[in-house]
């Protein structure tokens, strides 16, 4: 006979599974475990069993319970197996060899295990552990505070041993195995700090420095969004260890297996290989098709021009290879030819003598990551001192990223040792640009919130480039800093349909084109809704085009379906609102009562209930800011979905799917 803890509670013996009967009963067995060989009160167990005020005949029920559980355990043959359920006085105790609960063998396995001192021995001990587990503990109890509080003891227990498990094979040099291990763990939580900590160690251990730093970027976005917390010393150890180890020419280590540490027992297979999914992004493709997205494109290899000689420019007398920050390459990329041909003339202009600047700018969802970090990786053999990247977090929950906090990683992640690392941001500035003075290094500062906030970080150096991603123009940059706009529009129909074909197949799109068509319109052509839309679509593989056309018609509707998972437009236009001041956001509101979103500066005061100078200067700022267009003089427009989102001062119509999961700006648009 076995009791099962560490899953749905069950009894099983050699001839099959007990019945256990209805919840409560379950729960009484459940916290009779929980404490085998010793007396359980009655009152804790209606305490437990009832979160609300007990009822007058709990104790009549209680008893029931613990009688018809005592004659299924005989039935069962718990005699033999030297099981007994008795009573004391207003107490219970089930006597029983704790051996034959999972949650006791899961304990003693734990145990045994010592991945740093003996993983070869801890790997098998581990796995036979968490082999026990059958999903969540103490499924098919009653909903109470005690019966949770248990059961996420239980849960910290099974990641505690997850963790070691990693450690363990670490020992071993089997970073594959660790990445795969602790991903799966991180996904289900994340913001578990050791837990990431780990695997950003074990996914750079194989190789996937980018990956790595891309798990602390999102860590420290959900702990500041979710908790208002700042990422705690082991997280932010571990990141600054990678960026260190990738500054002093790390990599992929084929780390020692510690002494003695050859393996037991059945050969290790190799985990499968995977990456870290952060918004949609994924790999180069390959091979060009006519789009230019799709362009074979390799870096230089770490240690060629970013060896020994940068670190003899950089003064900190330490040798290493060129930091590789950039995220992965998006995927299903398709034209903006004009634009990263732009790209390529602004930031491969060596006439000037001078820093060469873009800034690449449009609304929410438009893809101004997607757009900057496919040019860099085009063009990462044209910097072959390094390419830095940077989230600035301008439109996201929480607060914009401090120039501070983005010279310290720029400087750690160029060799800097960290004491040397300056306080104040005017000093970490000055010796960002001195280091960086005679490199070719690209610089990618995404989601950019304004100019300020940007300069302090700008490399010095004509060799250097910098290309900024920002919902708003940065006039300030352009002015003081002879930054090159880059402008993104939404898509027309045919590179829409096109972008629709690329993530569901062409033959999808090709059975209904009217409707792809369609869908281009009712997703305003931006590439972030058009991926809701294929998103939505490819998680009902029965659905044609036309159906969930007919589904966004519904205007109460459309911002919730045009959501996937965290990401979505509601959650990226509530992002641009938060930032306008109360007289501007009025103003918005009322610009989305107009029938067919176009108007003029007359026609805006009237539905606002301002004058013309004041309506004209909150014109001017939603258009900097890419809330409104204006088409030409004195004609401005606002997008379908930007009204939907307005007409509702809470953004509720993106409820369905976004609300709580706000998007970090352009890192939720996801480099689309």
Not at 490 to 509: K, N, Q, S
Request: glycine fraction near 12%.
């Amino acid at each position: 006979m076995e009791f099962s803890l560490l899953g749905p509670i069950a009894v099983t013996t050699g001839s099959g599974e007990l019945s256990l009967g209805p919840a409560k009963r379950r729960s009484v067995l459940a916290l009779l475990l929980l404490q085998p060989n010793t007396t359980v009160p009655l009152e804790q167990l209606i305490d437990s069993l009832w979160e609300d005020e007990p009822p007058e005949h709990a104790r009549t029920v209680v008893q029931g319970h613990v009688s018809r559980l005592r004659a299924t355990l005989a039935e069962g043959g718990a005699q033999t197996f030297g099981i007994e359920l008795t009573t004391h006085g207003s107490a219970y105790l089930l006597r029983l060899p704790e051996e034959l609960i999972d949650a006791h063998r899961f304990g003693e396995l734990v145990t045994l295990a010592r991945p740093e001192a003996a993983p070869a021995d801890a790997v098998p001990l581990l796995r036979e552990a968490l082999g026990l587990w059958r999903g969540p503990a103490l499924t098919g109890t009653v909903t109470s505070p005690p019966f949770a509080a248990a059961a996420h003891a239980l849960e910290e227990r099974r990641l505690t041993a997850v963790e070691a498990l990693g450690r363990a094979h670490g020992t071993l040099g089997e970073h594959e195995q660790a990445a795969a291990i602790l991903y799966s763990a991180a996904v289900n939580h994340p913001l578990r700090e050791g837990l990431i900590a780990e695997l950003m160690r074990a996914l750079f251990r194989t190789g996937r420095q980018s990956d790595a730093l891309e798990w602390f970027h999102r860590t420290r976005r959900l702990l500041n969004e979710e908790l208002g917390v700042d990422p705690g010393e082991r997280l932010r150890g571990a990141y600054e260890e990678i960026l260190r180890a990738e500054a002093a020419g790390g990599g992929r280590t084929a780390a020692r297996p510690a002494a003695g540490a050859h393996r037991t027992g059945d050969n290790a297979k190799d985990a499968p290989a995977f990456h870290v999914k952060h918004g949609p992004g994924g790999p180069l493709p390959a091979q060009s098709t006519g789009t230019a997205g799709g362009s074979d494109t390799k870096g230089t290899s770490a240690g060629s021009a970013g060896g020994a000689g940068d670190g003899s420019r950089s003064g900190s007398g330490r040798a290493g290879a060129a930091p590789r920050l950039l995220p992965r390459a998006p995927a299903r990329f398709l034209g903006r030819e004009a634009q990263l041909n732009a790209l390529t003339e602004v930031l491969t202009d060596r006439t000037t003598g001078e820093s060469p600047l873009a800034v690449v700018a449009g609304p929410a969802g438009v893809g101004k990551t997607a757009c900057a970090v496919q040019w860099a990786h085009l063009y990462a053999s044209a910097f072959p001192d390094g390419q830095l990247f940077a989230d600035l977090r301008g439109f996201g929950e929480g607060d914009e990223a401090p120039p501070a906090e983005i010279l310290r990683d720029f400087l750690l992640a160029l060799g800097t040792p960290a004491e040397r690392v300056p306080g104040s941001a005017q000093a970490a500035s000055a010796l960002f640009r001195s280091l960086v003075s005679e490199r070719r290094l690209l610089v990618v500062l995404d989601n950019a919130r304004s100019s300020a906030q940007v300069r302090p970080l700008l490399p010095g150096g004509p060799h250097c480039a910098t290309v900024v991603t920002s919902r708003s123009r940065l006039d300030g940059l352009v002015a003081t800093d002879w930054a090159r706009p880059v402008g993104l529009q939404a898509l027309g129909h045919e590179e829409g349909a096109a972008l629709l074909g690329a993530m569901l197949g062409p033959e999808r799109v090709a059975e209904d084109p009217a409707a792809a068509r369609e869908l281009v319109d009712l997703c305003d052509g931006l590439p972030l809704a058009l991926r809701a839309a294929a998103a939505q679509l490819t998680a009902r593989p029965r659905w044609r085009l036309a159906r969930l056309a007919a589904a966004l018609r519904d205007e109460q509707r459309r911002l919730a379906l045009l959501s996937a998972e965290d990401t979505g437009m509601a959650a990226a236009l509530r992002m641009s609102v938060a930032r306008l001041s109360a007289d501007d956001a009025r103003l918005l509101r009322a610009l989305a009562t107009s029938a067919d979103g176009h108007l003029n500066a007359s026609v805006a005061a009237a539905l606002a209930g301002y004058d013309q100078e004041r309506t004209q200067d909150g014109l001017d700022r939603l258009a900097e800011m890419h809330l409104v267009d204006e088409e030409a003089t004195d004609v401005y427009t606002i997008s379908t979905l930007t009204q939907l989102f307005a007409r509702d001062e809470r953004g509720e119509g993106g409820k369905g799917g976004a609300e709580g999961r706000g998007v970090a700006g352009d890192e939720g648009e996801g480099r689309r």
